[in-house]
């Protein structure tokens, strides 16, 4: 017998007789100001986020905000002109040295402050993640409430790769101080476009 | 109704007074309390220890003292929540089973069957009440701070009707005191410890007496203090209940 | 390797209680943890519910195993996933190492995974010349000390930042005397961030696998497991066979759990959902059962295989805060760990259902409302019943039945230690006394109770009648 036949036969054999799945219907969240609740989580969480009328105010903000003389780059084709274009085809090693990283996401979700993205948005899966500083562009409109309703418009998902980004990235592993910029960005800001 | 007195063994041994005020408390509101002569223990001691099975004495002869009475009421919630959980009997399942249904700790009785509304109790003291762990999970006498779900508190109740007595809040309102039984002796560094921990709590926050309704909590604590040449004294619940001027 | 060679909870327990100062630091870190989460809970109304819906849901995961195990497998088939099966520790080793070694790896990043580290992973693959390095800050931390963790999801809650300092000073070269956390944390992720770019392949956890879909879930807060796995040629996944869950939607319910349970945060940094491969790279799972089928068969306790590793059982329990995770001599410890440790070695974890008070505040913290003081109960009867208690215990367990299940001899033995602690207290006031340690004992009262009632009885009818 294989191993796999050996422990499937001994789960079959020990499992307890079946119960039912509970109905998760009923969770819900409430968009009573979810804008700013959205904004308010993000903030406390440790990071920096802005409701801005359009893009060129992301671009002005973005000249504000980060060195413009270090590597940028970008998945959004209209900022070319001011950051490099990530493609799928460059190996992911070669973002090393990649200080700011301009992205969109898919949608954000007020109760936690994370935003939604999967692969098609990232260029490269490494790039949210081995930039110094990542920049996320959204429209305020695509925001839920919980990540109830964030499971629903994710569905099965048709991505290699998706995941929630929360902030920067943190630890407490040191006498529970908190460090931002941990492994992944030393800090996380988020434009909203209010459209 | 009658009222059959369960007084722990190590209460009966150690802490008369508080099984004195018991029995006059309930005395004084009108109850017709007996008490079986002939009872010893609860069989706690063993069953937690993993010894259940040695129990089963113990549980006999608690049901040939207590069956015959409409409540059974006792000043140690420990003590009452092993009989509601535990207490089984091949030859008398029924009669155990209604046990197991009648039978009270002190406080929950005072405000869920006679539904006391005011005392003739005087106690002008500050006082830091401690949650005893069965008390507090087992019998459920106050809402424990780990759930999300609405404030209450049975001992709080009563001691709100006392005269003159001033509960202090602490940092940690509900954290065990580290007696537990077999391990006050099996994990003594970290029983005195934990009851270290809780005597400190309370002190600094000004409380004169700790009380309780388990005295395994409060001689564990008392012991603490004791040998700390502490000013701070432990009191039964049912003996501040039971005060007057 | 540091350990604990022999040695049970009450005295692993006993040294670490020694230095004071430490235990209250050590303590009080772990209460704020535990109040994090308290004000986290209390901002869902539906807190309650949802420990329900999450219970409910594992259970069923429980008792559907075996479908959802086919199913998942196959998902992850059609995603191009490799899937292995492990039935023990050594065989997911073996398996860890056979794929390296396909490939001519010779080195890996780890990000957290409690299952390799119940495996001794790391040993093995070092011993066969692969070398591992722990990404996760905590891990990275206790394994250039050559220490286990002592927290599930903070691995070196016990250690000062001074302490932390002085490791890096002998492993990194850092300044002798430097402890500000964020200055080594710098320097930390400096260094790792070399690793993460010439390693070839990069090992992580499942926190959640859906069987509907064949994916997993792996929450960081850190992004260590992101950074090596997308860097990565291979990438594994080692799981334990219970960390499936049913549907997609659940994953709301858990994620929403997890990290106010185990730290106060409404959810982690990073919750990377990984399905398919990247272009050119290897993706496998290896599903792991070492001793979870045993578990399962155990009707009282197979309820801990729901156990989602937040450790906020650890963060509440006054045992664990005041002993340290250490004490307790298994990869996995505090409350979860001394109801899942003896089913894996009986008589080397005799001990831990026995390192608690059975206070209950576990079980109402536990996101999955596992009844975990009731198991820790219930174990005890277990190891009593296959002779695994300590023989003085079972003798003198035997001696307090015969005494308390008969009135006469209870009586004559409460009137005896009564009278001897009022006469001649050095008997019982001695250093062979445990109790007598730290604590003074109760003073023997002149009269019990049953003396005092039975003398004033009539009185007392007296006062019934009026």
Known sequence: ?195 | MTVGLFIPCYVNQFYPNAAKATLELLQKLGVDVVYPTKQTCCGQPMANSGFEHLSQGCNDLFIENFSSFDYIVGPSASCVLHIKDHLHSDKAAVKASEIRSKIYELVEFLTDVLKVEKLDASFPHKVGLHHSCHGLRGLYLSQMSELNAAPFSKPKQLLNMVKGLEQISLDRQDECCGFGGTFCVSEEAVSVKMGKDRITDHSKNGAEYITSSDLSCLMHLEGILHRNKSKVKIVHIAEILNSSL | MKGTLNKDHAELAEAFIKDEERVDWHDGALWFIRAKRDLASKKISEWETLREAASQIKTNVLSNLHQYLLQFEENLKKNGIIVHWADNAEEHNEIVYSILKAKEITQMVKSKSMLTEECHLNEYLEERGIEVVNSDLGEYIQQIDNEPPSHIVLPCIHKRKEEIGELFHEHLGTEKGLSDPTLLARVARKHLRNIFLTRRAALTGVNFAVAETGEYVVCTNEGNADMGAHLSEVQIASMGLEKIIPQKKHLAVFLRLLARSATGQPITIYSSHYKKPRKGQEMHLILVDAGRTRQLAREDFRGSLKCIKCGSCMNTCPVYRKSGGLSYHNTISGPIGAILAPNLDMRKHADLPYASTLCGSCSNVCPVKINIHEQLYKWRQVIVKEGYAANTKALSMKAMAWTLSSPGSFTTAGKAGRWVMHNIPFVMNNKLNPWYKQRDMPEGPKESFSQWYVKNEVDNKKNNSK
């Not at chain 1, 893009?55 to 490099?84: C, M, Q, S, W």
């Not at chain 1, 101080?177 to 909203?192: D, I, K, N």
């Open chain 1, 1 to 195: 017998m294989t191993t796999r036949e050996i422990i499937l036969e001994a789960v079959l054999k020990n499992q307890p007789a079946a119960t039912a799945l509970p109905d998760v219907s009923e969770f819900k969240g409430d968009r009573t100001n979810i804008v700013q609740t959205y904004i308010d989580v993000f903030k406390t969480i440790g990071g920096a986020a802005y409701l801005v009328d359009d893009l060129v105010e992301v671009r002005n903000l973005l000249h504000e905000n980060f060195d413009f003389t270090k590597r940028i780059v970008t998945t959004l084709p209209n900022l070319t002109d001011i950051a490099e274009l990530v493609t799928a085809e460059n190996d992911p090693h070669s973002f090393e040295d990649v200080e700011v990283a301009i992205i969109k996401a898919h949608f954000s979700v007020a109760e936690n402050g994370a935003v939604w993205l999967t692969d098609e948005l990232m260029g490269q899966r490494i790039i949210p993640f081995i930039c110094q500083h990542l920049a996320v562009i959204i429209r305020a409109e695509d925001i839920v409430p919980t990540l109830h309703e964030a499971y629903e418009i994710i569905g099965t998902g048709d991505y290699g790769f998706g995941g929630f980004i929360g902030g920067p990235s943190k630890t407490a592993d040191i006498e529970q101080a908190l460090v931002l910029g941990a492994h992944g960005p030393l800090s996380m800001t988020v434009y909203m476009l209010k459209q």
